[in-house]
T-cell receptor
Framework: SQTIHQWPATLVQPVGSPLSLECTVE??????LYWYRQAAGRGLQLLFY??????ISSEVPQNLSASRPQDRQFILSSKKLLLSDSGFYLC?????FGTGRNQPQHFGDGTRLSIL | RKEVEQDPGPFNVPEGATVAFNCTYS??????FFWYRQDCRKEPKLLMS???SGNEDGRFTAQLNRASQYISLLIRDSKLSDSATYLC?????????????FGRGTQLTVWP
């Protein structure tokens, strides 16, 4: 069965510090991968998505970046964090599109990031 | 205009009650529909897919009305453990990306 691992679970960082969040998926090949952010009391905001190694698409311009160095590894980074980067960061995967239907996405446990 | 709109609630119901959530979507070309459940401070989890003919999974029934661009979720015989936020989710046009649009969620509290 497929599993998704995301770490760390909780992170407290000062403003201006760098960030690296990692996500790995097991039990599937060539998944679509996604990074979301959920601010307190808000909906899910798609940040980045990837349909293959080295392929990254950004949904919103900001000081975050993403990379996919391996098929089942997705990394979210920042060189300098802002106060507004606080939130709940979620990695998700889905099977590639098929049979005319989008596949559901499955989420990792999330990282709760607080910027001080 | 938002892609997916839901009544945020909160809905507060007693155990055993029947409760229904509604959701509307703006893209008439959407092809895939889901309901997710999110517990407080946890990740969203897939509750059920929604099919054109409507589908049922135990106490949960999902309906889709393409003409009105409307999705519903009915929960019968509510349990305390049903307390959560329910997210309505709609796909885009079915590109290879699999882009999904999440509503902001409807909060449900079931009380004893």
């Amino acid at each position: 069965s497929q599993t998704i691992h995301q770490w760390p679970a909780t992170l407290v960082q000062p403003v201006g510090s760098p960030l690296s969040l990692e996500c790995t998926v097991e039990g599937t090949s060539n998944p679509n991968l996604y990074w979301y952010r959920q601010a307190a009391g808000r909906g899910l905001q798609l940040l980045f998505y990837s349909v293959g190694i080295g392929q990254i698409s950004s949904e919103v311009p900001q000081n975050l970046s993403a990379s996919r160095p391996q098929d089942r590894q997705f990394i979210l980074s920042s060189k300098k964090l802002l106060l507004s980067d606080s939130g709940f960061y979620l990695c998700a995967w889905s099977d590639a599109f098929g049979t005319g239907r989008n596949q559901p996405q499955h989420f990792g446990d999330g990282t709760r990031l607080s910027i001080l | 205009r938002k892609e997916v709109e839901q009544d945020p609630g909160p809905f507060n119901v007693p155990e055993g009650a029947t409760v229904a959530f509604n959701c509307t979507y703006s893209n008439s070309a959407s092809q895939s529909f889901f309901w997710y459940r999110q517990d407080c401070r946890k990740e969203p989890k897939l509750l059920m897919s929604v099919y054109s003919s409507g589908n049922e999974d135990g106490r949960f029934t999902a309906q889709l009305n393409r003409a009105s661009q409307y999705i519903s979720l009915l929960i019968r015989d509510s349990k305390l453990s049903d307390s959560a936020t329910y997210l309505c989710v709609v796909s885009d046009r079915g590109s290879t990306l699999g882009r999904l649009y999440f509503g902001r969620g409807t909060q449900l509290t079931v009380w004893p």
